[in-house]
């Protein structure tokens, strides 16, 4: 009974979590013992790195990686375990998606109909590339959460599933954190000049975002499916 309950409402129990947490450093944050907040924010990471990267990774996101590697740079972390430490992360993040599809079909095509064309995309990537989308979806700006979702809705072995996981998590982690530990004096020179002419990075990162999200949505838009084609 307790199995079926957090099956049936893993959305749920997933955006408790994440909104739990995101309350629980907010507090950290604010009592910080240093001034400013991006004083606060880096004192935070050093002091709770690892359980924040951890969780960041449950959402993918690469900026958590792009500062652990910074830390990992600077010595307040260490280098192999933030791999393993992200790695784990990703992969437990989209083992909760996978499952949330196996087990949420009727749910997830009544609530996530306007999301139809990219459950379209990755039905069609799945058929064309089989497992190795595993790894690759991770590369992939609005589909990351798709592809786990739709592979779930499919009859794909989930032992199967989760040993490849495991693997493109780790891969993903050292990709992104390796590079930036090597090349973190560089980046946080970057990034001191991008404070410095904030005026002139902010066009420019909006330009860029919004070059992604164009391309991805005309890339949903001709691979767009009747419904019926991801039952």
């Given at each position: 009974?307790?199995?079926?309950l957090f099956v049936n409402h893993s959305g749920k129990f ?83 998606y996978f499952y949330t599809g196996r087990y949420n079909k ?53 032992k199967k599933f989760a040993l490849i996981n495991l693997l ?64």
């Open positions: 009974m307790l199995r079926n997933l955006f408790l979590g994440v909104l739990t947490f995101a309350i629980i450093l907010g507090v950290d944050l604010y009592y910080a013992p240093v001034e400013g907040f991006e004083q606060k924010l880096v004192y935070l990471l050093k002091e709770q790195g690892y359980i924040i990267l951890f969780a960041w990774s449950i959402l993918e996101g690469e900026m958590g990686l792009i500062m652990a590697g910074l830390l990992c740079h600077t010595g307040d972390m260490n280098l192999a375990l933030s791999i393993f430490v992200a790695g784990l992360g990703g992969f437990a993040g989209d083992q909760i009727k749910h997830i095509h009544k609530h996530l109909i306007s999301q139809r064309r990219k459950f379209a995309l990755a039905h069609l990537l799945l058929k064309r590339y089989g497992w190795p989308i595993i790894f690759i979806q991770r590369y992939m700006y609005g589909m990351r959460t798709v592809i786990p979702i739709s592979i779930g809705l499919t009859r794909f072995d989930a493109s998590a780790w891969c993903w982690a050292t990709i992104t954190v390796i590079p930036t530990w090597y090349f973190g004096k560089q980046i946080l020179e970057l990034l001191a000049y991008a404070k410095e002419y904030w005026f002139l990075a902010i066009p420019l990162a909006i330009t860029i975002g919004g070059s992604i999200i164009y391309y991805v949505n005309k890339a949903t838009q001709k691979t767009h499916r009747p419904r019926k084609e991801i039952e």
